[in-house]
């Protein structure tokens, strides 16, 4: 397969899936073997806690707040800062 192909083909794809695909093009840019190590086990690491944090969320075991009150918090506190 010739690059023109591989660029037509990823056109093809939607945002995600070339987002996902991006990322796995930058992660496999030659690492060591202990950088995917490193960094398989951060990534693990991540999902998990999304996983957590999603699972929480619908399980309705953490408050959440919306965007709008977060911005008049923030905005809030920055302002009692200054």
Excluded: C
Aim: proline share 2%.
């Amino acid at each position: 397969m010739e690059i023109p192909e591989i660029k037509y083909n990823i056109s093809l794809l939607s945002v995600r899936e070339r987002a996902i695909l991006a990322r796995w093009i930058l992660f496999h840019l030659d690492p060591t073997d202990e950088e995917h190590e490193e960094r398989d086990a951060i990534e693990a690491a991540w999902r998990h806690e999304i996983r957590q944090r999603v699972d929480e969320i619908r399980e309705r075991s953490v408050n959440t707040i919306s965007s709008d009150a977060l911005w008049k918090e923030l905005k809030h506190s920055h302002e009692s800062e200054g």
